[in-house]
């Protein structure tokens, strides 16, 4: 889809559109933190060598994310490894050391390829390319080069796939929608498979010997338990199925399954929830992450006696039951990945937070030291996020992270910033957008409305179906706190969102018509009709739990979209969007800005040929966060046109 489509051109790098209004100086120490942030790279998912002598991560610092490689021997340099022009959003080691698996994003788009490559750079071969679909990997298996990996046809239909990197060989072990491979034992006798849409879905046990018995010899995992399994995987010889879930609970924990079928919790915390969780090689040891209101915390549960399985119902509460310890905090807010060694004496994490870019540190799990090997350091000068909560309209308890303007003396123009998902969590990590809007005199409150995640069940599904509307009037709640707050002028609130979080933008700026003096749409849902119609197959099928049926539910789904009452918007919007975006495909920002011209509203655009759902690319970065910075700051600091 070209620009031209839009009927607009978009800028060049650095050129703001239009001119601002005259409005006095950032403080230097803020403006200086601002173009820090904005400057900055990362480093993520990364992985460890199998002697620990060398750890692979993720890394735009020059520009594309990339593969890059650092030996971890005093003075020893990063590199990257040669993968090609596209994009890289993953990268693993297999246990023999002489291979890399790599998750490319071709043009920058939503459909992935598993690529291999070894460590220096040599022998790169296509692994899962499908065409019109995606490949992801899982994890290595254990036994040579092989690869647990799956594909997603064009059709939506997914196979769960054993790879061989060293010779490209495969072997289909699951087929079917919604389907999502999460472990194999060593043995390759088992396959623990992850079925079902967002929201409710299942983990299920399927034997892949010959002998194997039962209708595909698959057997259920916590089937009887409401609730939805987002993780999984197998001890060693695959008896035991450890599961991150909140099956039969409010909160995520950590179950065990073994043989008889019957679930014991390991881990849970009535204040927290379990955020991801690794387990060593020798399934003796289980690294947790929990998520305590945003931030992480991190535990390491040890098993005193047989490695195999780590725990059993027999075993449960009694005298052979792990041990768990806590990690002293991690030096960053959040951590956002994490991986152990072969050796179980290290993880490997990827940690961030609001004016700490994401890097890589490797934590000794012994003494619960870190230490940074990859990535730049905290920026000075860098606003941090303060925990806030304030009630919805209907009582329940909402939260969020304010990020106060450094120069601002009473109440100062504020922009809600609204996360995807809606399943999705606003923690306190990285957001380059944010300073930069400090920078300019805007403070930023990104709430978690209801149907975020971190909350337990009951709020994530708060905003299911009918009860989305409660989720738009949780909007109109955030920018009423922050007046009643004395943070902001009622007259300088602004609206901004990306995925759901642009719905959801659209949806209050409708609702809700002069509450916001502008509003920004980023990869926005505007017509659950033709999202429906137009995205991919799996996504269509996997989103009718959180939103309801295109066909059933058809008048509550009209209802819900924005576009039928673009009749009420009355805000300034800015519209971005990637062209190769397949999750919610650009034809949404055409009739978003269709609409909003029709209605005589100004609307700008700003469209990224070379991206998808998400901007990958660091000047294509730099220029969104410019750019939606230059919209608000006309629109709130200086004197709005009419």
Not at 61 to 78: E, F, K
Not at 254 to 261: I, K, M, T
Not at 366 to 394: K, N, Q, S
Request: net charge negative; charged share 25%; glycine share 12%.
């Amino acid at each position: 889809m070209a620009a031209e489509a839009l009927g607009v051109r978009t800028p060049p790098f650095g050129e703001s559109v239009g001119k601002p209004a005259a409005k006095p100086a950032v403080k230097s120490a803020a403006k200086s933190a601002g173009d820090a942030a904005l400057g900055a790279w990362s480093c993520r998912a990364p992985a460890l060598a199998p002697d620990r002598g060398a750890v692979a991560y993720v890394s735009d610092r020059d520009g594309v994310p990339r593969v890059w490689v650092r030996p971890l021997r005093r003075g020893g340099r990063a590199r990257p490894v040669a993968t090609g022009p596209e994009p890289v959003a993953e990268v693993s080691w297999s246990p023999s050391g002489e291979r890399l698996a790599v998750l490319l994003t071709p043009g920058g788009g939503e459909h992935t390829q598993v690529w291999t490559v070894r460590p220096d750079g040599g022998d790169l071969r296509p692994l899962a390319a499908p065409e019109g679909g995606s490949a992801w990997f899982v994890h290595w298996t254990g036994r040579g080069d092989l690869l647990l990996a799956a594909e997603v046809a064009a059709s939506g239909t997914a196979e769960a796939l054993l790879v061989d990197a060293a010779t490209g060989g495969r072997e289909t072990v699951a087929r079917g929608p919604l389907l999502h491979p999460e472990a194999v034992s060593r043995d390759h006798a088992r396959v623990l498979l992850r079925r079902g849409p967002r929201g409710v879905r299942r983990m299920y046990v399927r034997e892949l010997s010959p002998e194997a018995t039962g209708p595909g010899g698959e057997r259920p995992l916590l089937a009887d338990l409401p609730g939805s399994t987002g993780y999984g995987v197998l001890s060693p010889g695959g008896e035991t199925a450890y599961l991150l879930s909140d099956a039969g609970r409010d909160r995520a924990a950590l179950l065990a399954v073994a043989g008889d079928g019957r679930p014991v919790v390991l881990a849970e915390r009535p204040d927290a929830e379990l955020d991801m969780f690794a387990l060593t090689a020798d399934g003796r040891r289980v690294v947790l992450v929990w998520n305590a209101a945003g931030r992480s915390e991190l535990e390491v549960l040890d098993a005193p006696g047989a490695p195999e399985p780590l725990e059993t119902p027999e075993r449960a509460g009694g005298a052979g039951s792990p041990a768990r310890r806590p990690l002293p905090p991690p030096p960053g807010e959040v951590v956002t990945s994490i991986r152990v060694s072969l050796d179980d004496r290290a993880a490997v994490l990827t940690v961030e937070g609001p004016a700490q870019p994401p890097h890589v540190v490797l934590c000794d799990l012994e003494t619960g030291r870190y230490r940074r090997v990859a990535g730049a350091g905290r920026i000075a000068g860098a606003v941090d996020a303060e925990l806030v909560r304030l009630p919805a309209r209907d009582g329940l308890e909402l939260s969020g992270w304010l990020y106060r303007p450094p120069a601002a003396v009473g109440p100062a123009p504020y922009a809600v910033f609204l996360h995807g998902g809606p399943e999705d969590q606003e923690r306190p990590t990285f957001n380059p957008l944010y300073q930069s809007l400090l920078a300019a005199g805007i403070g930023v409150l990104a709430p978690n409305v209801r149907g975020s995640a971190g909350f337990g069940r009951a709020f994530r599904e708060a905003d299911d179906h009918a009860l989305r509307f409660r989720a738009i009037d949780d909007v109109a709640d955030c920018a009423a706190f922050l007046v009643r707050a004395g943070l902001a002028d009622a007259a300088r609130l602004a609206c901004l969102g990306w995925s759901y979080g642009g719905y959801l933008t659209l949806a209050a700026l409708v609702t809700y018509p002069g509450l916001f003096r502008a509003g920004v749409d980023v990869c926005g849902m505007a017509d659950f009709a033709t999202f429906y119609e137009r995205t991919e197959p799996w996504i269509a099928a996997a989103a009718v739990s959180e939103y309801g049926h295109p066909e059933a539910d058809r008048d509550l789904l009209h209802a819900l979209s924005p576009l039928h009452a673009f009749d009420r918007l009355a805000t300034p919007l800015l519209v971005v969007h990637g062209a190769r975006d397949t999750n919610v495909p650009v034809y949404e920002a055409e009739q978003v800005v269709r609409a909003a011209r029709a209605a005589g509203v100004p609307c700008e655009v700003l469209l990224f040929e070379d991206e998808g759902h998400e901007i990958r690319r660091r000047a294509n970065r730099v220029t969104f966060v410019r750019r939606v910075t230059d919209w608000l700051d006309r629109h709130l600091t200086g004197v709005f046109p009419g």
